[in-house]
């Protein structure tokens, strides 16, 4: 089992940031990928970004440039810079972790982007 532990978002205006971090525990050595996805009302939840244990990411095209994810193994946390926030952005945003065999969801952070 792994949990997750979202933190770090709130209101902002456009053009702005917010940083989001998401600590995981237990299992944590059976973790392999660790990513970002969003909802937003009445939309299916999407990838925002995603980083391997290797370090690999890959982004949402409509976030490049602009979101960048980071891992910080020590700490089993991996965040997310989001800069140039645009109300499009506005959504829930989860945590996901991948092992072999599960994927894991945190309880999801609210991210407003509105003036």
């Known amino acids: 089992q792994v949990q997750l532990v979202e933190l770090g978002g709130g209101l902002v205006q456009p053009g702005g940031s917010l940083r989001l971090s998401c600590a995981a525990s237990?299992?944590?050595?059976?973790?392999?990928?660790m990513g970002w996805y969003r909802q937003a009302p009445g939309k299916q939840r999407e990838l925002v970004a995603r980083?391997?244990?290797?370090?690999?990411?890959n982004y949402a095209d409509s976030v490049k440039g602009r979101f960048t994810i980071s891992r910080d193994y020590a700490k089993n946390t991996v965040f997310l810079q989001m800069n140039s926030l645009k109300p499009e952005d506005t959504a829930v945003y989860y945590c996901?972790?991948?092992?072999?065999?599960?994927?894991?969801w945190g309880q999801g952070t609210q991210v407003t982007v509105s003036s």
């Open positions: 996901n972790a991948r092992t072999a065999t599960l994927g894991y």
């Open positions: 237990g299992s944590i050595f059976s973790i392999y990928n």
């Open positions: 980083i391997t244990s290797g370090g690999s990411t």
